[in-house]
């Protein structure tokens, strides 16, 4: 996955069978699904793959437990099952995590574990584990920072947890693999259309040379999450809004605030959300709020209203309470929900599941949606476009196709923080090895090493500091500060790789100390 040879290959095809805009999970799912089945494919991200939502999620590959109580089984169905193809295609990133619910009322463990073997039956064979209900004492043992008092009992159950950006990357790669064209850092800023007024490509900015590109193509997929309106303002002559921003914050700490390897889930909230407390990379991520936003923005900012209410309700369940000083980062992300039929519903009551739109031009958009359904939304797209723009027949081939990097990894395993690469773990090593300046850590206090950057760089098109730190290695939502400390080394080893000079260096490392400042609650900012 190299950078400049994915722009060789744009310039030598003069047409497309499917030209995929945006670089999340569900357009990298869609480039995937389209390349596997022999489709000459090609996807155009503005920024970096996973730069918005996708690699801002609570980290769950889930059914839905909400979507559950709510009624919508065929949705929860559908997510279970793909939540079992996950595990499966990419076993290096996607683990079984064991959920405790404590109850505080006699009836919330019956009810939780009837609720819940209902969800389990309906994984069917693709199920991660049974529901159980536990005594006060068990739930303690489980969660030994829980609070106490009032506790009557607990439940047990299971779902997914995963690294979203790096699937996102392992999936971008697998596309390459299969003969897809992907390139970030390439800017639609036109649609192409016929006399007829249908869709017959896209104008492309290559936001580093420059550079304009007309790349024509049969099928054209809008999936720019919430930026799809902004792609539907090139293409329709009626404004519409097609897509409601709903926020969500996380906030990261320390093992200690909950150290078990069972996530803490509180299935209903003063606002009536679920709040999640789950382990990852050896941290606590805690979440979510769901706030509906008037705009959106490439670098979503957590509100204070939201700081406050994650950290109360955090110290309310949590003995060991949670302060504004122990936040090692604040993450917001932005869910694109398909905008309702009527005005004025909640975010709440705005369907997740995602809807498929097709305008008079031709334009195929996808709205709502999850990370967990990515490749079945990725199929129904697909679907759609050998329907309505008569593409051969080609069978999706998705549900058996392995993910960059797929090879199962045990909790030993996972001892070792380069779990996340999978079956390329002895080429980092090697790396290592043959460069020694390499073996340096990138922070005293983590294990990463250069190598991972210079393995960002060289084969997953990581082209800023912002992709290394933020999406490649996660170091920026896990510790903001150490992010910061480190972000010189970085930038450093990129300007050497890619031939950039000190200008560039040094506009780089101002660059990413404003946006890593986001990460950081207001009174910590450097």
Request: proline share 3%.
């Amino acid at each position: 996955m190299n950078r400049l040879e994915q722009l060789k290959k744009l310039k030598q095809t003069t047409e497309w069978d499917v030209i995929v805009i945006g670089g999340g999970a569900s357009g990298l799912g869609t480039a995937l699904d389209a390349a596997s089945r022999g489709y000459k494919t090609i996807l155009l991200e503005a920024i970096d793959f996973a730069k918005g939502t996708s690699s801002r999620s609570t980290k769950l590959v889930h059914g839905g437990v909400r979507y559950l109580e709510q009624g919508d089984i065929s949705m929860v169905r559908e997510a279970l099952k793909e939540r079992g193809l996950m595990a499966q295609n990419a076993a290096h990133l996607v683990k079984n995590q064991s959920f405790v619910i404590p109850n505080y009322n006699w009836w919330g463990g019956y009810f939780y574990t009837i609720g819940l073997t209902i969800y389990d039956l309906l994984a069917g064979k693709l199920s991660l584990g049974s529901s159980k209900y536990i005594s006060k004492k068990k739930t303690i043992e489980l969660l030994p920072t829980i609070k106490q008092k009032g506790l009557v009992n607990g439940v047990t159950y299971h779902d997914g947890q995963f690294d979203d950006s790096r699937l996102a990357i392992n999936i971008a790669q697998t596309a390459v693999e299969n003969g897809a064209c992907v390139l970030n850092y390439t800017k639609v800023v036109n649609l192409l259309k016929d006399d007829e007024n249908q869709v017959t490509g896209v104008q492309v900015e290559d936001l580093e040379s420059g550079e304009k590109h007309e790349i024509k193509g049969k099928a054209i997929i809008n999936a720019t999450g919430v930026f799809t309106n902004a792609i539907m303002k090139l293409n329709d002559t009626v404004y519409k809004k097609y897509i409601v921003p709903s926020q969500g914050i996380h906030l990261v700490f320390d093992k200690s605030f909950l150290p078990s390897d069972y996530a803490l889930m509180i299935p209903k909230t003063s606002d009536g959300r679920v709040l999640f407390a789950v382990p990852w990379h050896n941290k606590i991520v805690v979440g979510t709020t769901d706030t509906l936003m008037k705009k959106h923005s490439v670098e979503p900012i957590a509100l204070e209203t939201e700081i406050e209410f994650v950290l109360e309700t955090a110290q309310r369940y949590l003995a060991k309470k949670p302060t504004r000083a122990d936040v090692l980062s604040v993450f917001a992300g932005l869910r694109p929900l398909a905008a309702p039929d009527e005005p004025g519903k909640s975010t709440k009551e705005v369907s997740r599941s995602h809807k498929i739109i097709v305008s008079d031009t031709g334009l195929i958009t996808i709205t709502g949606g999850k990370w967990t359904t990515y490749r079945k939304i990725a199929e129904d797209l697909v679907n759609k476009a050998i329907r309505v723009r008569h593409l051969s027949k080609n069978k999706c081939k998705t549900e058996h196709v392995s993910i960059h990097g797929n090879k199962i990894t045990n909790a030993i395993d996972r001892e070792n923080h380069l779990y996340i690469y999978g079956t390329d773990i002895p080429k980092i090593v090697e790396l290592q090895n043959k460069e020694p300046a390499l073996k340096e850590k990138l922070h005293p206090d983590y294990d990463y090493t250069m190598a991972e950057v210079a393995w960002a760089i060289r084969y997953e098109m990581a082209r800023t500091i912002d992709d290394v730190l933020a999406r490649r290695v996660r170091l920026l939502f896990l510790d903001a500060r150490a992010a910061i400390a480190s972000c010189e080394k970085v930038a450093q080893l990129l300007a050497k790789e890619l031939g950039h000079d000190e200008t560039w260096t040094q506009n780089q490392i101002a660059e990413f100390k404003t946006l890593a400042n986001g990460f950081l609650l207001t009174e910590f900012r450097k």
